[in-house]
């Protein structure tokens, strides 16, 4: 079901458990401007608040995921950040369900930071990341000079932050920046196939997964196991726990409540 208007700047749509959210600005190599990162934000609050949606797949209309910050709409005044919620409306979100990103086509600049922000980047063969913020007197902002550091080697980060080089998919795929690399045209679709996934696991578990991943990284290794003892704590005492051990007894499919 579209939710969203199709001459929006961005569209959400609902499949199955995923909710759809397509920045729709192709004449402008859906380039951030102040009504994506709007579009974006209220998205994601949407996905956050909806216990129907369990998985959110994030994409670009015809073929390009995003240019990054459309630098005409910052000239203007425009911002392209939302308050708690950073660049785009999602790269500061401290977002509760698992984020996909579906790229086609160029994820530069911010549009590579919109990827680094989700949990999870499916992207076509012909895909093409880079931050080449450098080569305009700035720095990648959106989160790429912080997250890019962290999940990739650091000569191969500093590489790519300061020469603001073109990767391919594959090779973004060999540093473990994007999760699958299919065929042009099929991303949006494999990122989908990756959701329905997500989407038989329980609600709870995998939100604890986000949660402890998110603040592990910044705290010391005990006080992280603490936070992970709590979390635990808290599944082994939900609705949904006790229903995934008895559908394990009775070998079916668990029938989640997100309680």
Request: proline share 4%; charged share 25%; glycine share 10%.
């Amino acid at each position: 079901m579209t939710t969203a208007l199709p001459d929006t700047a961005v569209r959400t749509e609902t499949v199955g458990g995923a909710l759809v959210i397509t920045i729709n600005r192709p004449k402008a190599r859906n380039a951030v401007n102040a009504e994506v990162a709007e579009g974006i934000a209220a998205a994601i609050d949407e996905l956050d608040a909806d216990p129907a949606l369990r998985v959110g797949v994030l994409t670009g209309a015809e073929g390009t995921f995003s240019a990054g910050m459309d630098l005409k709409a910052a000239a203007r005044g425009e911002s392209v950040s939302v308050a708690g919620k950073g660049f785009a409306g999602i790269t500061e979100a401290e977002t509760a369900k698992p984020l996909i990103a579906a790229v086609e086509g160029f994820a530069f600049g911010g549009g590579f930071e919109l990827a680094l922000a989700c949990d999870l980047v499916v992207a076509a063969d012909t895909a093409r990341f880079a931050l080449p913020e450098v080569k305009r007197g700035l720095i990648a902002g959106g989160g790429g000079v912080i997250r890019l550091p962290k999940r990739i080697p650091h000569h191969v980060a500093m590489e790519l932050l300061l020469t603001g080089r073109t990767i391919t998919a594959e090779r973004a795929h060999a540093l473990g920046l994007a999760n699958d690399v299919v065929p042009e045209g099929t991303a949006l679709d494999a990122a989908l196939a990756v959701a329905d996934e997500l989407s038989r696991n329980a609600p709870l578990a995998l939100s604890a997964v986000k949660r402890i991943v998110r603040e592990a990284g910044a705290a010391p290794e005990q006080e992280a196991f603490a936070k992970q003892h709590k979390e635990i704590a808290a599944l082994v005492r939900s609705e949904d726990f006790a229903e995934g051990v008895r559908a394990f007894g009775e070998k079916r499919s668990p029938e989640w409540t997100g309680r």
